[in-house]
């Protein structure tokens, strides 16, 4: 099998089960506990916050760990949200577990502004400039679109918040920029940054959330008071233990090359077919493509016969019509429908990549000729 769609989620490394399988059963203690065994993990804990700060480019603030990114967004999201008559910006590109809860802000009577996307599929930065204003509680913009492989410019972003609305928070689900393109946080006046284990080769059920300043979030769960009374609920240690076995793994810019590399050698085989549209993203972990004439999600179908597999988006609404963020970049209802989406790991080889490209394009052209 050669899997393509890895934007969805990522093969667990094996070091990981190893260190999964070593805080389950070896030192399986709660960290809130006050025997000697339970203090060490807890200790164990405070320094994998420490690595992933450090990983993510910064010295200051701390991370929360949750249980993964919809969890992480809905925390930054309505744990930051004060009364008051506070106007809240999104784009309308982001993730659902960042879309739909600016939905329901906006169904309890909140000001929301959905920012659209430019044709390249970044945010529109003059909408941005228009709407924010001292009203503005949290602006949410996503750092890599999940859709797209479109990154979002932290820097412009941040100059704007800081221009029109310099009291803001600011919140940045970075699912599917952290571990895979090179950024260091501390170069942008960011608040909250989400990050999601299983997309970075990590267990599913746990992530994180940074966090600058704790003292601008509030709790939506109640209970034991874990996680700086932040996020209740005894921590997932074994997750978060290989979560950070991940973390600290990965070389972000030697993966960077070579993902690049492999994308740029799949883009020239797909191109030698005029039928076939690729939109051209920033990221080199995601390729958005068309293929004039046939449906995608058929193309996908008859993909996994010959074990190739990719995606048709997120993983989170492939069940809903439509696509919201295609839309928003100009692409009709006909077009969307066409489309597919790869998604790239470090671990691919090029001679997996140029069979899959070869093979994609030739069940492309059997169900085209199948449908003439």
């Not at 993902?259 to 051209?280: G, H, M, P, T, Y």
Request: with cysteine; aromatic share 8%; charged share 25%.
């Amino acid at each position: 099998m050669i899997y393509l769609d890895n934007a969805a989620t990522t093969k667990m490394f094996d070091g990981c089960v190893k260190v999964y399988g070593y805080y389950a059963c070896e030192e399986y203690f709660n960290p809130s506990s006050m025997n000697r065994y339970s203090l060490k993990v807890a200790k164990d804990l405070e320094e994998v916050r420490k690595r992933i700060v450090s990983k993510l480019g910064h010295t200051k603030g701390t991370i929360i760990f949750t249980s993964g990114a919809t969890e992480s967004n809905n925390l930054a999201i309505m744990g930051s949200k004060r009364n008051g008559k506070w106007e809240y910006v999104f784009s309308v590109g982001e993730h659902p577990s960042v879309y739909n809860v600016a939905k329901e802000l906006e169904m309890q009577g909140n000001i929301i502004h959905f920012v659209g996307l430019q044709p390249n599929g970044q945010i529109d930065y003059q909408e941005l400039r228009e709407v924010l204003n001292e009203k503005t509680r949290l602006i949410s913009i996503m750092h890599v679109s999940n859709e797209t492989g479109a990154i979002n410019d932290l820097k412009l972003i941040c100059d704007i918040k800081k221009q029109f609305a310099p009291n803001s928070l600011l919140h940045v689900d970075g699912v599917q920029a952290f571990c895979k393109i090179p950024f260091e946080l501390k170069n942008y006046d960011v608040d909250f940054y989400t990050i999601s284990a299983h997309k970075f080769h990590g267990p599913k059920g746990v992530g994180g959330l940074y966090v600058k300043n704790i003292n601008s979030l509030k709790s939506i769960v109640y209970g034991g008071g874990q996680e700086l009374n932040l996020r209740s609920g005894t921590e997932n240690v074994p997750g978060i233990m290989a979560m950070d076995y991940a973390i600290q793994h990965i070389d972000i810019n030697k993966n960077f090359e070579k993902v690049n590399e492999l994308k740029e050698k799949f883009s020239s085989i797909l191109k030698s077919d005029a039928n076939v549209n690729i939109f051209e993203s920033a990221s080199p972990y995601i390729l958005t493509i068309g293929f004039n004439g046939v449906n995608g999600e058929t193309l996908m179908r008859a993909l996994q016969d010959k074990d190739i597999v990719v995606g048709t988006g997120s993983a989170c609404s492939t069940k809903k019509a439509g696509n919201r963020v295609l839309e928003n970049i100009g692409m009709n209802k006909e077009e969307i429908k066409t489309h597919i989406r790869i998604s790239f790991n470090a671990d691919l080889t090029l001679q997996e990549i140029e069979k899959a490209g070869k093979i994609i394009l030739q069940v492309y052209n059997d169900i085209r000729e199948k449908i003439n």
